[in-house]
């Protein structure tokens, strides 16, 4: 039988709880602090974690799931008490494979357990590109090396510059992750100190900051030899896609409608069906890939609402499943687990607005509220 924990104000005499468990072949066991994850009572390993956003402690639970062994690399599926754009991001930005708002769980919590329950696959990608993740925070460092070995990534985390200047001059590295405030080394300096002190062009790079960054540090950074800003509040699978994109030759030539990060709530239903909601990963001209960790199968054509940066109203447009990523909770995750929507005969105000929108992102925008 599996298990499924929830973790957070959830409340305990919710039959559609416990009936969502129960129909995706498991038990629901009920943790309210991370006191209760040492209790004892979780018994098996958790097959699928469900939590709250509200919940307290919620970073000692994201540092716990990282590391208690019974919760370790277990599903997650973030609750929200309002579906937001805002909150959206940041389940997204926790790591969770899929969320719902309080008021969907008796509806798609049986489907969503079920699905991040399916059994484990291994990657896919057999050769590793090996990449130095430098950051002091040690719960960033286990999201981004868990999604970056999922992506067929081998991942060496260190905590401040020195160690980082040292690792690039013993190993070859593909590609380097840093932290932007690293620890004993100035802002946007280790690509610079590391040409300097070590005679080598260091590997391309991507900066990571949290909270933003002044126009200055990032100008400074792109100058020193960074391809790319990500900001931690965002999906953490955004620097997947990046990590991607600076360790191949570019690509972009090989696209008719190049891809571009955007993270957008997205409203999805089939003709006559229920909407659903996730947040988008990427956009073209042509369509966007969509988060969820149940898609629609391929073929299937939805009718969409959500509003794409430039557009102070959400557009209302039809799309065909073009290709899916099924879920597994150790597959490869060189995308995430989703849809990739082709836009079917767009009307004019959709087709502008989407040029509008690459226009936007192209030149930085980040579609985040």
């Given amino acids: 039988m599996r298990t499924f924990l929830a973790f957070g104000p959830f409340d305990p005499g919710d039959v559609s709880l416990v009936s969502a468990a129960g129909a995706a072949g498991g038990e629901l066991k009920l943790a309210r602090t991370t006191a209760d994850l040492e209790l004892g009572h979780l018994g098996r390993r958790v ?13 000692d639970f994201m540092a716990a799931l990282h590391t208690h062994p019974k919760l370790e690399g277990a599903p997650l599926l ?46 896919s990608r057999l050769i590793e590109t090996k990449v130095l993740l430098a950051d002091a925070s040690a719960l ?15 991942v060496t985390a260190v905590s401040d510059g020195p160690k980082a200047l040292a690792e690039l001059a013993t190993a070859n590295y593909a590609i380097a992750i840093a932290d932007l405030g690293l620890p004993r080394c100035e802002p946007a300096r280790l690509l610079v100190d590391a040409r300097e002190k070590l005679g080598a062009a260091p ?54 409608s190049p891809r571009l990060l955007c993270a957008l709530l997205v409203g999805f239903r089939r003709e006559g069906g229920r909407w659903e909601y996730g947040l988008s990963h990427n956009l073209s001209l042509a369509g966007m890939f969509v988060r969820t960790i149940d898609p629609p199968p391929r073929g299937a054509v939805l009718e969409l609402e959500f509003t794409p940066p430039g557009c102070s109203s959400p557009l209302t447009a039809r799309g065909e499943v073009a290709w899916r990523k099924d879920f597994s909770r150790r597959a490869e995750r060189t995308a995430p687990t989703g849809m990739g929507l082709r836009l079917v005969d767009p009307d004019d105000a959709v087709q502008r607005a989407m040029a509008q929108a690459a226009r936007l992102l192209a030149q930085g925008a980040t579609a985040t509220p």
């Fill in 78 to 123: 973030v609750v929200l008490p309002r579906l937001t754009p805002t909150a959206a991001i940041r389940a997204a930005g926790l790591g969770a494979d899929d969320f719902l708002a309080v008021d969907e769980l008796a509806t798609l919590l049986p489907t969503k357990l079920a699905a991040a329950a399916q059994p484990a696959v291994a990657p």
């Fill in 140 to 154: 960033h460092a286990r999201v981004h090396a868990r999604l970056l070995g999922q992506a067929g990534f081998a």
């Fill in 47 to 59: 097959d699928v974690v469900l939590l709250r956003l509200d919940a307290p402690e919620l970073d």
């Fill in 203 to 256: 590997p391309p790079a991507i900066g990571m900051t949290h909270a933003g960054i002044a126009a200055e540090t990032a100008a400074a950074a792109i100058a020193g030899g960074y391809r790319h800003i990500h900001d931690k509040r965002r999906p953490p699978d955004e620097l997947v896609f990046l990590a991607n994109e600076a360790s191949t030759l570019d690509h972009a030539p090989m696209r008719s």
